[in-house]
């Protein structure tokens, strides 16, 4: 997600967040990228997705904390969405390195050209494979998914199968209002 097309995927998908929140009264607090500081939800959110790297509200009483572009220690590598198990305080590098914390890893492909679509894919699947692995080795299993706003049909023939099969918990098209609608209330609900 390091390109604009990553950038605006993270800032739809976050404005979607924000609203599923809103609408369910639930109020939340933000991180702010560069000053690397929690701020309370405000009144006016309006570009706020411009500079926030994550989010952290209440499910069911439980905190919920989400960090954009994570280099995970138990992957040593990047994951672009981790939803974890604890308030926006407590988040950090021992939060980060346990592996009971993580409740959601996901893949979000911002990239619009069909011709990029399947290379896209396959750099998701990857690193939803590589999630999986590490995760069982230390017998976890966190919800995974994949959001694309470029998805082909070959593509969505094999998402399907992968859903089917319990290898992947949800997959949205970001271009489709109605399925990042559902992603997002699954993802809140989590």
């Known amino acids: 997600m390091r390109n604009a097309g990553g950038f605006m995927a993270q800032c739809k998908l976050t404005r979607s967040i924000i609203a599923h929140l809103k609408l369910a009264g639930k109020s939340y607090r933000w991180l702010h990228d560069e000053s690397k500081a929690w701020a309370d939800m405000p009144e006016d959110d309006a570009d706020i997705e411009l500079h926030l790297r994550g989010l952290s509200w209440k499910t069911n009483g439980e ?11 138990l992957l040593r590598n990047n994951v672009d969405l981790s939803l ?14 346990n592996p009971s914390a993580y409740i959601a890893l996901g893949e979000l492909k911002g990239g619009v ?15 939803i494979d590589r999630i999986q692995k590490a995760f069982a080795k230390r017998k976890r299993k966190p919800h995974t998914f994949f959001i694309g706003a470029a998805i082909e049909v070959r593509m969505a023939k094999e998402i399907w199968t992968m859903l089917k099969r319990g290898h992947l918990e949800n997959a949205a098209n970001l271009t489709d209002d109605q399925q990042i609608d559902s992603l997002t209330r699954w993802f809140c609900s989590l």
């Open 63 to 73: 905190s919920r904390t989400l960090i954009y572009n994570l280099t995970v220690p």
């Open 84 to 97: 974890f198990s604890c308030t926006a305080e407590s988040v950090g590098k021992q939060t980060y390195k």
């Open 113 to 127: 050209d069909p011709a990029g679509a399947d290379e896209h894919w396959k750099t998701a699947r990857t690193a």
